[in-house]
């Protein structure tokens, strides 16, 4: 049995008529063209008309400028979630600012502003604090990093005498 697809042939075992458009690629006379031409006549899919948050853009490069993105994420966001309402607000659909950006992080009674920052400070992988630090960290991960955190301490301390006793000098 064979596929439809295997051969691009008509009913009548034709060969349909194929011609080549203004973008390099070619269409046959089976498939409707449902683009419609912009300022250059061109009828590539991103010259197409779409509509992005109740606004009519004429093609999906004007699209891009307006929103500041580039052409390929209104195309894929339209192929993916058959609606490009989303493209350009940031991961979270409409988070506004960085939603990733670095919080504090309370290890006992030290605060440190990122957890990378912590682990850099404590050293240790920023792997090895998320893991010691959760709920589920054993009693040996939980002692890891109280070991780590009264190295670290240790060591801040001894520096902070230093530079006292260099300043009262």
């Not at 520096?159 to 009262?168: H, V």
């Amino acid at each position: 049995m064979s596929s439809p697809y295997a051969n691009p042939t008509t009913k009548m075992g034709q060969k349909p008529s194929t011609t080549e458009n203004d973008h390099g690629s070619k269409s046959t006379d089976q498939i409707t063209d449902t683009s419609t031409p912009c300022k250059g006549g061109s009828t590539h899919f991103n010259a197409m008309p779409v509509v992005i948050r109740g606004v009519l853009y004429q093609s999906h490069k004007e699209a891009a400028e307006a929103l500041g993105v580039t052409t390929s994420a209104i195309s894929q966001r339209l192929r993916v979630k058959g609606h490009a309402e989303t493209v350009g607000l940031g991961l979270k659909g409409a988070s506004i600012g960085n939603t990733n950006r670095a919080r504090e992080i309370k290890v006992w009674d030290m605060t440190f502003p990122s957890r990378t920052k912590a682990a850099e400070l404590l050293g240790i992988s920023r792997s090895q604090l998320t893991k010691w630090t959760s709920p589920k960290a054993s009693k040996w991960q939980q002692n890891q990093l109280l070991i780590h955190a009264l190295r670290y301490k240790r060591e801040r301390d001894k520096k902070m005498a230093a530079r006292a006793t260099k300043l009262g000098r």
